[in-house]
């Protein structure tokens, strides 16, 4: 039978690695290996004098081995502050041996208990207020005769207390993560409502793709619930309790995207002080969302290509490459094909990025999930706001009957207004209508220079101008003004941008 070198008896393994470490054990310089173990150690002849001592154990007894070297252990140690008064000795196993309590604080060396009985003697010497240290002497024989001893110290007091430190930090981590996890938990915890069918096709869609790593697009209007479902495909995906990084591309200057996106390392650009990692870094193990991916330049448009051919990243400024783990999903409320064949987008990266492309209709192709969706809010704002209002018949069909330009967040919002203002237990029709109608008529429809637009996409344009103007003057920032909108933050920077307003 032929015996294959895997199973090879552990004996003959045991020889063929002696034989080699006599082939090359007159190579090594021992007494380095020794000086370079970071345990306090030393070596003892059976004249019960010093022979060695690496530089751990001249720093645990504050001494120089080159002036003591020859002198008897015990005269070296009666000159040290290690002292103790209890010790108990362990066999082989780790048993207790023999507890000795002696009545006054003695030094004697453990190593000359070695010497004297000829064999190992672990022992675990312990001075109240000091020191705790499990000490080792061992025989080294040669012809039948000892040669050596060799002692080690371990400084179980320094040891526990880096356990302690061990055990503290494993235990916040492990607070930090249940707290992060319930965080998660609540954060996404409203999924996605609706029975509509394409709510249900959306669903199934999730399902199948959410196990999978395949890259994402999902595009829709602002509002409709791309970021909602981003958090369903990461919870729902074996990335789930690993980071969710979300990057909204518009909203972040184009000059700090790049470092934003892939970090920087020292000095790769004045102020890099230090060096930070980027989002894909930060979302080891777990989803990277790029926001509004329309936005993003084009000069960063092949560095993001690299990213999802190569799985890699270089910092700026870096030299080696950082491998990503990092699911992709990048979501845009634009017509991206549109932007491809304006050379916006380039071609490859939109292939690339529309593996897997899911559209989320607008509300009002899908009203039957209003009433589900309104119910939902009316519960969350009553319990907010420490309300109880109910929807009459006739409010759910103003709803209904609405046209939801700014989808389920405008839904959302015209909810929450309507639990915390007024007093009635009821909900009328009458009071939807009419916010409704405050809405629309708070935007001017002439132009800024009095001028009448002249086609209906030039008039929604200058309509649209008009209203986000007038929001960025009076609420003076695109955070704000998104809110007052309902709107999200990137989609007024990214209108602001192109409407090139100033305010
Ligand atoms: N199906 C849904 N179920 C529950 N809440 C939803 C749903 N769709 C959207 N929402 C809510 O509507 C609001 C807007 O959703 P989200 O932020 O996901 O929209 P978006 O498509 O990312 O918008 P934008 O393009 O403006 O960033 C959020 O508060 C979200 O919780
Ligand atoms: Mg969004």
């Known amino acids: 039978m032929i015996q294959r070198k895997g199973n090879r008896n552990p004996k003959t393994k045991i020889r063929t690695v002696s034989k080699l470490m006599k082939k090359h054990a007159t190579d090594i310089d021992f007494a380095a290996v020794l000086r370079a173990v970071n345990i306090p150690l030393h070596i003892i002849g059976p004249d019960e004098r010093l022979l060695f001592g690496n530089p751990a154990w001249e720093r645990y007894l504050g001494l120089r081995v080159d002036e003591v070297i020859g002198l008897h252990i015990n005269d070296i140690l009666k000159d040290t502050n290690i002292e103790y008064y209890f010790a108990i000795e362990t066999g082989e196993n780790g048993n207790v041996k023999k507890i000795s309590h002696f009545e006054e604080k003695t030094h004697g060396s453990v190593g000359l208990t070695a010497l004297k009985l000829g064999k190992s003697v672990s022992m675990f010497v312990y001075d109240t207020d000091r020191s705790e240290t499990m000490v080792n002497s061992t025989p080294i024989f040669k012809d039948g005769k000892i040669q050596c001893v060799l002692t080690t110290c371990l400084d179980m007091k320094r040891s526990l207390e880096y356990r302690e430190q061990m055990l503290e930090i494993a235990h916040q981590n492990k607070l930090i993560t249940e707290e992060l996890d319930m965080y998660r938990k609540q954060y ?91 989002m894909f870094e930060m979302a080891h193990g777990g989803t990277i969302l790029l926001d509004e991916i329309g936005e993003l330049s084009k000069s960063l448009q092949p560095k993001l290509l ?154 929604v344009s200058q309509y649209e101008q008009n209203i986000l103007q007038s929001a960025l003057r009076s609420h003076g920032s695109t955070y704000a003004a998104a809110r007052a909108l309902n709107s999200s933050q990137g989609t007024i920077a990214r209108k602001a941008k192109q409407y090139k307003l100033v305010w």
Request: with cysteine; net charge neutral; charged share 25%.
């Open 188 to 278: 996404m915890s409203e999924g996605l409502i609706g029975d509509s069918k394409a709510v249900r096709e959306l669903r199934k869609i999730i399902e199948d793709t959410a196990k999978t790593d395949a890259t994402i697009l999902i595009t829709g209007e602002s509002g409709v619930g791309k970021e909602v479902l981003t958090n369903e495909i990461h919870r729902l995906s074996a990335r789930g309790n690993k980071p969710l990084v979300k990057i909204n591309c518009a909203s972040i200057p184009a000059a700090l995207i790049e470092s934003e996106l892939f970090g920087y390392e020292r000095g790769a650009f004045t102020g890099a002080v230090k060096s930070k990692m980027g």
């Open 306 to 459: 690299r990213v999802i051919q190569e799985r890699e990243i270089f910092r700026v400024g870096g030299t080696t490459g950082v491998p990503i783990n990092a699911r992709i999903i990048a979501a845009t409320n634009q017509n991206l094909s549109e932007m491809v064949a304006q050379g916006d987008v380039r071609n490859d990266l939109y292939y690339r990025l529309n593996l897997i492309p899911i559209r989320i209709p607008p509300l009002r192709e899908r009203k039957e999930d209003i009433p589900l969706l309104s119910a939902y809010y009316l519960r969350k704002f009553n319990t907010k706001h420490l309300k109880n209002k109910t929807l009459t018949e006739d409010a759910m069909e103003a709803l209904i009957a609405h046209s939801w330009p700014g989808n389920v967040r405008e839904l959302e919002n015209l909810l929450e207004r309507l639990v915390i203002i007024g007093n009635d237990a009821e909900i009328s029709s009458f009071r939807i209508t009419n916010i409704l109608q405050d809405i629309q008529a708070s935007a001017p429809l002439e132009s800024e220079n009095g001028e009448a637009p002249s086609s209906l996409k030039k008039m």
